[in-house]
T-cell receptor, first 114, second 112 residues
Framework: DVKVTQSSRYLVKRTGEKVFLECVQD?????MFWYRQDPGLGLRLIYF???????EKGDIPEGYSVSREKKERFSLILESASTNQTSMYLC?????????????FGPGTRLTVL | AQRVTQPEKLLSVFKGAPVELKCNYS??????LFWYVQYSRQRLQLLLR??SRESIKGFTADLNKGETSFHLKKPFAQEEDSAMYYC??????????????FGTGTLLAVQP
């Protein structure tokens, strides 16, 4: 059973703080993703990585950065948190391959920026 | 532009009624289509994908390339089907094309 874990379920930070969201997967997947989930907007891709130390911008990368030093871990960084970054953040992973593969999601981190 | 459209934010039906969750897409090329589901307090998970052509929990979805649609259907809704449903697409080819483009989601509420 694929397990994707996220470091926190709930997080409250203040404007201007640096925030780290951690994601770990235990299935040796090459691909990892960070999304934010907002009512009425669905899931929007922030960044993804298809290999260690590789990263690609998604649709809404502004205000975020990522780090992938090890295959199993993908971190999302908010350099200076702002109130409009209050959201649910979902991490996902998937194996690589020519045919697209199922993405497995973590439980989510609900971030509130005050 | 690559896009997934789910026109309904909320779909409310009675138990035993048929369900159809609409999904239309725009993509240059041959996409892979998926339906993901999120039950209350659970993580998002794959429900079905068009390439599998299978029925999961009584749900089916047919890819209509002419109408660029991938509607999700179930003949008789159950209360446990109540959840948020997301349609999604991706390209084929591995690597960076593995990213998913999600619709805005439809909340299905099945009334007793």
């Amino acid at each position: 059973d694929v397990k994707v874990t996220q470091s926190s379920r709930y997080l409250v930070k203040r404007t201007g703080e640096k925030v780290f969201l951690e994601c770990v997967q235990d299935m040796d997947h090459e691909n990892m993703f960070w999304y934010r989930q907002d009512p009425g907007l669905g899931l929007r891709l922030i960044y993804f990585s298809y290999d260690v130390k590789m990263k690609e911008k998604g649709d809404i990368p502004e205000g975020y950065s990522v780090s992938r030093e090890k295959k199993e871990r993908f971190s999302l960084i908010l350099e200076s948190a702002s109130t409009n970054q209050t959201s649910m953040y979902l991490c996902a992973s998937s194996p690589s391959g020519v045919l697209n593969n199922e993405q497995f999601f973590g439980p989510g981190t609900r971030l509130t920026v005050l | 532009a690559q896009r997934v459209t789910q026109p309904e934010k909320l779909l409310s039906v009675f138990k035993g009624a048929p369900v159809e969750l609409k999904c239309n897409y725009s993509y240059s090329g041959s996409p892979e289509l998926f339906w993901y589901v999120q039950y209350s307090r659970q993580r998002l998970q794959l429900l079905l994908r068009h390439i599998s052509r299978e029925s999961i929990k009584g749900f089916t979805a047919d890819l209509n390339k002419g109408e660029t649609s991938f509607h999700l259907k179930k003949p008789f809704a159950q209360e446990e089907d109540s959840a948020m449903y997301y349609c999604a697409l991706s390209g084929r080819g591995g690597g960076a094309t593995n990213k998913l483009i999600f619709g805005t989601g439809t909340l299905l509420a099945v009334q007793p």
